[in-house]
């Protein structure tokens, strides 16, 4: 069995990854009893009742009066936890609240940590498009996104293709680039300083812009602004506030 973790480990705890599968059930279709809850999980009805009745009181679970269950406030207590945690500009609100009143585009800036791209902070704006993914403390995809191919065009080389062989080259459309050798050599094109366009590579119909926020050491954190469009051009000046709005990211945290 794998997941996006990687290969189950040798010593894998069954009851804890139920008690996941059973949170992330009820977290996609609140309101649904103890039955439900074992068909959807393929458990047997007991073993979903004492699993239900210890996150219950764990907080992690609420039962409503008719005997349904949804997500208690536990879970969105470490959310904010998770939150709180990630590493982020001192402005990184204030300057992605900015880049979206100019633009009329959500914004976004992602973290490279751990080898994985984590959103961090989010700018809404009406009108753009869903990416489902692109929400605070989510990875999102290194080789498909712009967001991604940013961070990973200022690694090292031979630490880059590390990253991008341990997480394979998933074809999320029929546009992504799946050849590590194209990959590379389309990463080592990227400019210092310069944006990255990425044209239907992780969703159908959907172009981002992406910029490098400039590090404050070779030891400081890996951020990166993208903001998405429902196009298959990126115009020029969207390209241009994007990379402001890092060197804006850069000076904040350098000023820190």
């Keep these: 069995m794998e997941s996006e973790a990687g290969p189950q480990p040798a010593d894998f ?3 804890v990854g139920r008690a996941m599968l059973i949170l992330e ?7 649904l009893p103890v039955k439900a809850i074992a068909r959807r999980c393929s458990l047997n009805l007991s073993t979903t009742y004492h699993l239900v009745r210890t996150l219950a009181y764990e907080g992690y ?10 997500i208690g406030d536990a879970v969105a207590r470490r959310f904010h936890d998770l939150a709180a945690s990630l590493e982020r500009p001192p402005d990184a ?3 992605l609240h900015q880049l979206t009143e100019r633009i009329g585009l959500s914004a976004y800036l992602g973290l490279l940590r751990d080898e994985r791209v984590t959103v961090v902070e989010v700018a809404e704006r009406p009108g753009s498009p869903h990416l489902e993914d692109f929400e605070v403390g989510l990875d999102v995809s290194a080789h498909a996104t712009a967001l991604g191919k940013a961070l990973l065009a200022a690694l090292p080389p031979r630490t880059r293709r590390d990253l991008l062989l ?5 074809p999320y459309t029929a546009n992504t680039q799946t050849d590590l050798d194209r990959l590379e050599e389309e990463l080592r094109s990227v400019r210092p300083g310069a944006p990255v ?12 812009v992406a910029a490098l926020v400039p590090r404050t050491g070779a030891d400081g954190p890996a951020w990166a602004v993208v903001v998405a469009m429902r196009d298959e051009d990126v115009p020029s000046h969207i390209c241009t506030e994007v990379v402001l709005a890092a060197m804006d990211l850069g000076h904040g945290a350098d000023a820190s």
């Design 93 to 95: 609100a204030l300057v």
């Design 166 to 170: 341990g997480h394979g080259l998933r």
């Design 197 to 208: 366009v990425e044209h239907g590579e992780f969703r159908d119909g959907v172009a981002c």
């Design 13 to 15: 705890v069954q009851s």
């Design 61 to 70: 679970l609420v039962r409503l009066p008719d005997g349904t269950y949804v």
């Design 25 to 31: 059930v009820v977290g996609r279709c609140p309101g």
